[in-house]
């Protein structure tokens, strides 16, 4: 018998067995072989590539149902993360973050100017990033995070060196606080030239990854829990209606954000400015967070998402 003959005869084989749902024993009376001869045809069959089986888990047409429906609801690519209620929500968060690091290194290009907030999730993105230099990459921080006690700085500084060292990279912070007591001085700040240099450079971002905040997440959102927030923003933030924000732009439910009174004290792009930005990756984890993504969704901030099917699930719950 030939090589090719051979192969035509593991093929019929493998066709009435995974085609057909013919028994081996049938196989073997039509092709006159024993049983035995049959189960080696079809291991032969799988070694030779001429059958390929794919396994579904369950669960997997949900996800994939979940992906779609978001998808088509808000016009973005979806990346859809297959870990359930079983999870707890800091597995469920480095599940998201090891995802977005594989979609984030796909969107990368040389000479690219990408756009970076920070926070918890951004953080955990960037310890789940591979080394890859991409030349002439830069990095521009997008939103202030100098707090209230005049810290926060070091902090992100240290997330944007971690990923300009793995990128090979060079950073433009962005040393200005992350909310401004005052709108007249973030006013007068912007005219700064050391400040409008940053301006300019984040006008020049193709690419920007961020994340969502939530006021009550299970895995706490920084810029929450560390004293940039006083207790009269929180009590002007709610009676405005904002239910989490992006790049420290409050966000109400609808996806509006104009006339929210802290949003003329913040230091981030609001979503019109983000809107320019041809690519924007936006990550989110946490069964609370699943408000405020609805209303990044709404404000159309985000072209591609990466998020775990019980947020996006609460997503598609809320009334």
Known sequence: MTAESRLDALYEAARMYYGEQQTMEAIAAAQGVSRSTVSRM???????????????????????????????????????????SGYGERERLQSV????????????????????????????????????????LRIVQLNGAINTEGSGLTYVSTVLARAATLWDATVHHFPVPAFFDYAATRDAMWRERSVHRVLEAQQQCTLAVFSVG??????PSHVYTNNYLTGADLRSLRADGAVGDVCTVFLRADGTFRDIGMNAR??????????????RLLLAAGSRKALPLRAALRAGVATDVVVDEVTAASVLALP
């Open 266 to 279: 913040c230091s981030g792009p609001d979503p019109s400015q983000l809107a320019r930005i041809p690519h």
């Open 97 to 136: 973050a090891e995802t977005g690091a594989e979609v984030l290194d796909g969107m990368l290009e040389p000479g690219m100017t990408v756009g970076m907030a920070w926070g918890t999730t951004l953080a955990a993105l960037v310890r789940s990033l591979h080394p890859r230099p991409v030349p002439g």
């Open 214 to 219: 939530a006021f009550d997440a299970e895995v």
């Open 42 to 84: 079809l291991r032969d069959a799988r070694d030779a590539g001429l059958v390929q089986i794919s396994l579904r888990p369950p669960g997997a047409h949900r996800v994939e149902e979940l992906r779609r429906r978001i998808a088509r609801q808000y016009g973005v690519r979806v990346h859809m993360v297959p870990v359930g």
